[in-house]
Structures are given as structure tokens and as C-alpha cells.
């Protein structure tokens, strides 16, 4: 099992207050609920970290589409459009 690690962490005097005063209402330990609170932003950035690379992943796959689009456009005097599709509209009759 790892050990802890311990940092240090200096708050200015009315934060530390106001975390003693926390921590005693609750029976916590300061120390046990800074711990928790930085658990709990880890969690966040973490998350976040998340996020932010499959939105990346996301941007990477709609410009690998868009760019596959154009190069079909730019090709569309090669062919027919409506190849790419299965479904083609219905013929109008002819008066």
C-alpha cells in the first residue's frame, strides 16, 4: 500500500478560520477536509482533462469529414451526385 504524501498549504489567516470553524462543526479534522477538497478538484481537472480531449477528438473527426466532403465536391464533375446515395428522387411525369 503506498504511503501518504504530505505538501503544505498556507492559507491566509480568515480562510484559516473559517476552515478550523468548518472542520470542528463537522467533528472533521482541518486537515481531513483539506484533503477531501483537494480530492475533489483533482476530480474536476481531471474531468475536465476528459472532456476537453474528446472534444478534440471530435473537432479532429468533423475536419477529417468535412475535408473527405470537399474532396468530393471538388471531384463532382467526375461524377454523379446522386451515386451517393441510394435513394434518388422520384421521376416526374412527363405532360
Do not use: K, N
Not at 473559517?18 to 476530480?43: F, K, M, N, Y
Not at 451526385?81 to 412527363?94: K, N
Request: one cysteine or more.
Amino acid at each position: 500500500m503506498p504511503q501518504d504524501v504530505s505538501f503544505s498549504v498556507s492559507l491566509p489567516p480568515e480562510l484559516a478560520a473559517a476552515l478550523h470553524r468548518a472542520a470542528a462543526e463537522r467533528g472533521w479534522t482541518p486537515e481531513s477536509l483539506i484533503g477531501d477538497c483537494v480530492a475533489q478538484q483533482l476530480e474536476i481537472a481531471l474531468r475536465h482533462r476528459v472532456l476537453v480531449e474528446r472534444m478534440e477528438h471530435v473537432d479532429a473527426a468533423l475536419l477529417a469529414m468535412a475535408q473527405a466532403v470537399g474532396e468530393l465536391g471538388a471531384a463532382a464533375d467526375e461524377f454523379e451526385a446522386g451515386s451517393l446515395c441510394r435513394y434518388r428522387p422520384a421521376e416526374t411525369p412527363v405532360p
